[in-house]
Nanobody, 126 residues
Framework: QVQVVESGGGSVQAGGSLRLSCAASVYSYTRLSMGWFRQVPGKEREWVAG???????NYADSVKGRFTISKDNAKSTLYLQMSSLKPEDTAMYYC????????????????????WGQGTQVTVSS
C-alpha cells in the first residue's frame, strides 16, 4: 500500500516563504515520478512542479523562479520550497506520486498520478 502524506502548510504574509514536505512510501521504486499540485474551491487542480527519478525538474510558469521542488531519497521525502509567496498562491497543495517514469510532457496531467496525499492548506495574506 503506497502512502503519501503532506505537511508544512500554514498562513504567511505576501513575500514570505514556506516549505512543504511529502513523505511517501514509494522511494523503493526505481522508476518514480512525483509532483505538487494545488487547488482552490471551484477550480480545477493545477500542476505546480514535477520531478523524476533522475532529479529532472520542471515548473508551472506561475511559480517558476519562486518555487523549488526537491527530494531526499534517504528520507523518502519530497519538498516544495516556496518563496516570494503571493495571495494567488493560496490553495490546498497536494503531493502526487506515480511508480513509473512519466514523460515530462505529461507531468502536468493529474490523471497520470495514481497516489495522492490528503493535501495541506497554504494561505497567503496581502
Amino acid at each position: 500500500q503506497v502512502q503519501v502524506v503532506e505537511s508544512g502548510g500554514g498562513s504567511v504574509q505576501a513575500g514570505g516563504s514556506l516549505r512543504l514536505s511529502c513523505a511517501a512510501s514509494v522511494y523503493s521504486y526505481t522508476r518514480l515520478s512525483m509532483g505538487w499540485f494545488r487547488q482552490v474551491p471551484g477550480k480545477e487542480r493545477e500542476w505546480v512542479a514535477g520531478i523524476d527519478s533522475f532529479g529532472h525538474t520542471n515548473y508551472a510558469d506561475s511559480v517558476k523562479g519562486r518555487f523549488t521542488i526537491s527530494k531526499d531519497n534517504a528520507k523518502s521525502t519530497l519538498y516544495l520550497q516556496m518563496s516570494s509567496l503571493k495571495p494567488e498562491d493560496t490553495a490546498m497543495y497536494y503531493c502526487a506520486a506515480e511508480v513509473r517514469r512519466l514523460s515530462p510532457s505529461t507531468w502536468s496531467n493529474s490523471a497520470e498520478y495514481k497516489h495522492w496525499g490528503q493535501g495541506t492548506q497554504v494561505t497567503v495574506s496581502s
